[in-house]
């Protein structure tokens, strides 16, 4: 007996070795039992018909809050047809549309302008922001009061950076395909085009080796990409080695206009030509028509130009007509003031937002070149009524803009002087 127990204390540590052992493995196999269990249970829960009814009705309301909805601007869409496509009710669209009626600014859509909307669908899907893209350097944010339909708006300038750049080259072509290989972009194009519309005939009095200078602005995001352009600083066309050079002043607050050295403005009531790039092919006067085979007074001047070739409203007015005008196929009708009038026929197609009754600016595009109604080929068929008469657009005298005189004189001197130290930096730097 005393050496069983002496044995038993020799191997106790190796008996409690075994043991515990041996639970740990008891432990763990009903441990692996119970998981079995719990995932076939598990498993049950899952397939089960009203745990899952009762999972989708949790998940459901776990949806996010608000429905961000962006837009981007196409052909002939308006506001109206724009907030339909919207999932609110006719009163948040009523309110949306009588916010827009409110702000003169946002009048007229441009096709790629990017609207942005946020519905609260909490609170009966309520339009709670809109925002919109008024050009591409800023955006109005409009924000609704709560408990109320009115929305405080807030403009938002976009981050970029103003760059002053500076172009010249040697007219080879066309005015327009001169700049166009220098990378100029297309609104500048046609604004330069503008300002010299007044006092140059681009089809006529520009000859090939003509040059032309321009410093105008140019936005840049953080990539260094080209985002916007903006105004014309500086420009001069070389004609003949005869200098037109024009700067950018503002003669008073909010009113800027272009002058040439001697202070006098570029602006006239009229342009003398309407579109770049065309060809004078048909003058005022009797002629041939081309479709009726007889002789007939040609009441206006065509330009033949190329199908989409913008058109420009050579003055500042109201629109009298925009529609399907018979022989003139699609025209425009604009009223200048108590004298004059101006017709714009053959159109392809309208600018954006003309229609009766827009107002429009002198320069602004209002149609395209086509070839609709009486037409053998893609051309502008322009006419100017003085006094109810139809006249010889390329004839008339127009009246000059504003002459600057006295202190504003001086005041536009200093100007001058310092855009073209402006230029001469730019130039130096260049070589």
């Not at 043991?19 to 079995?36: A, D, P, R």
């Not at 441009?110 to 008024?134: A, H, R, Y």
């Not at 033949?304 to 699609?330: L, Y």
Request: aromatic letters at 10%; glycine letters at 6%.
């Amino acid at each position: 007996m005393r050496k069983l127990k002496k044995k038993l204390r020799e191997y106790s540590l190796f008996i409690w070795l075994i043991l515990l052992v041996l639970i740990t493995l008891l432990c763990q196999h009903y441990y692996n039992k119970n998981i079995q269990n719990q995932a076939t249970n598990f498993k049950k829960i899952l397939n089960n018909i009203y745990f899952n009814k009762t999972l989708k009705e949790i998940t459901s309301n776990l949806n996010p809050r608000y429905k961000l909805i962006n837009y981007i601007v196409k052909s002939g869409d308006t506001y109206e047809n724009i907030i339909k496509q919207i999932e609110i009710k006719n009163n948040e669209r009523k309110i949306f549309l009588n916010t827009i009626k409110k702000n003169k600014s946002l009048k007229i859509l441009k096709t790629g302008q990017k609207l942005f909307f946020k519905i609260d669908k909490l609170q009966d899907s309520i339009l709670v922001e809109f925002k919109i893209e008024t050009d591409k350097k800023n955006e109005i944010l409009f924000s609704r009061i709560v408990d109320t339909n009115i929305y405080k708006s807030k403009l938002i300038e976009k981050n970029f950076t103003k760059k002053i750049v500076y172009k010249e080259t040697i007219i080879k072509n066309s005015l327009y395909n001169s700049a166009e290989i220098l990378g100029i972009k297309p609104n500048i194009i046609l604004e330069f085009a503008r300002l010299y519309g007044f006092q140059v005939d681009f089809q006529r009095d520009v000859w090939k080796n003509d040059s032309f200078q321009i410093i105008y602005e140019e936005y840049i995001d953080a990539s260094g990409k080209i985002i916007d352009t903006g105004n014309i600083i500086f420009a001069n066309l070389n004609l003949q080695n005869n200098d037109l050079q024009l700067y950018r002043y503002e003669y008073k607050k909010n009113k800027i206009d272009y002058f040439d050295e001697s202070g006098k403005s570029v602006r006239k009531t009229l342009m003398k030509t309407p579109i770049n790039g065309a060809r004078l092919s048909s003058s005022f006067g009797k002629r041939k028509h081309p479709i009726l085979g007889y002789n007939k007074m040609h009441t206006g001047t065509d330009f033949a130009a190329p199908k989409g070739t913008p058109i420009m409203a050579s003055g500042d007015g109201i629109v009298t007509r925009a529609q399907w005008c018979g022989g003139g196929g699609n025209c425009v009708k604009i009223k200048h003031n108590s004298m004059y009038q101006t017709v714009y026929a053959h159109l392809s197609k309208f600018g954006n937002g003309i229609k009766k009754g827009t107002r429009v600016k002198q320069g602004q595009i209002i149609g395209y070149v086509g070839s609709t109604g009486l037409s053998t080929g893609p051309h502008l068929h322009y006419e100017v009524i003085r006094n109810g008469k139809k006249i010889n657009s390329q004839k008339m005298k127009l009246p000059s803009g504003i002459i600057l005189k006295g202190q504003e004189r001086k005041k536009f001197e200093i100007s001058k002087i310092k855009i073209d130290v402006l230029k001469s930096e730019i130039i130096s730097k260049l070589n």
